[in-house]
């Protein structure tokens, strides 16, 4: 009896042991959800009054954005990320571990006349301002167009484009007499905005030298100009009812390489004719809603 005592008793302990270690296991499971899919851009509704858009929320590119993230560690400890690091695994993208995207890089695009009102925006968001041959002055994030035929201006009619600190065109390597365009477009929630704008040499008619704009469509002054989205790290696994995955994209040009995002590329674009440009890729995607985020810019080139 004493031996049955004491087998039943070493029994007892041993499956004390294992429900102790199983529950030990079961507390020390990944209990972190992936942080949800976050947008590429913190859009607004532009403002005619302002004349620009407030697309990017204050964020400049190459800055990251997210949540803090919750983590449960094996002794049921938990631990709290601060806002702006990305979890284990992830990239420095805006995203989670599911669907790495990138920084937000919209370009902020402000409109002002000489007196420094802003140019308000149409009602149809279709508007497209040509400015003749002019005097252009770059510094830093402003553009600045005067318009005289000689390019010699004493007084005349002027317009800026204000980019804030999105972005500084290169001044030396574009004219400093010639023509500026700058268009309409709808953001990613329907709102109307200043999409894009280029700068032409001063016997340019259609093929310009510098471009910046925030989508792949091009005013038709230009003609119809492919811009197509390569998958380059996109989301098929994930849930979804958009025509494209979402994730992130190349963009994809006439001739040349995709320029990935935050890549610059020697690319042909068709602007009537086939000419080589630099691109710069700041951001292309597409959200779990379906919106498409693409902001880029063009330098021509000579190869």
């Not at 004493?154 to 007499?177: F, K, N, R, V």
Request: aromatic share 4%; with cysteine; proline share 7%.
């Amino acid at each position: 009896m004493a031996e049955r005592a004491m087998m039943m008793n070493a029994r007892w302990r041993a499956g004390t042991m294992v429900v102790a270690v199983g529950s030990w296991l079961v507390g020390s499971g990944c209990t972190r959800e992936n942080p949800a899919f976050g947008d590429t851009e913190g859009t607004a509704a532009t403002s005619a009054a302002s004349g620009s858009t407030g697309e990017s929320s204050g964020m400049t590119r190459g800055s990251t954005q997210s949540d803090p993230v919750d983590s449960t560690t094996p002794d049921g400890t938990s631990t709290t990320e601060p806002a702006g690091t990305d979890a284990p695994g992830s990239e420095s993208s805006g995203g989670d571990m599911l669907c790495p995207l990138h920084p937000p890089a919209p370009i902020e695009i402000g409109v002002h006349e000489a007196n420094g009102d802003a140019v308000p925006l149409s009602k149809g968001c279709t508007a497209v301002i040509t400015r003749p041959n002019g005097m252009i002055a770059i510094m830093g994030g402003t553009v600045q167009h005067q318009v005289c035929g000689a390019c010699n201006c004493g007084t005349g009619e002027g317009i800026t484009i204000d980019l804030g600190d999105t972005l500084q065109p290169p001044a030396a390597a574009l004219p400093t007499c010639g023509k500026l365009f700058v268009w309409e477009g709808l953001d990613v929630d329907g709102q109307c905005r200043w999409d894009g704008f280029a700068i032409l040499a001063q016997n340019e008619t259609v093929i310009p030298e510098y471009v910046a704009m925030n989508s792949r469509k091009l005013p038709a002054m230009f003609g119809q100009v492919p811009i197509d989205l390569e998958p380059d790290g996109n989301c098929e696994e994930l849930p979804h009812q958009c025509s494209q995955a979402p994730g992130r994209y190349a963009l994809d040009f006439t001739s040349g390489p995709a320029v990935s995002v935050d890549m610059d590329e020697h690319v042909g674009i068709a602007f009537f004719a086939e000419v080589d440009y630099l691109v710069d890729n700041r951001m292309a995607s597409i959200d779990l809603e379906c919106g498409e985020h693409v902001a880029w810019t063009a330098l021509r080139s000579e190869l």
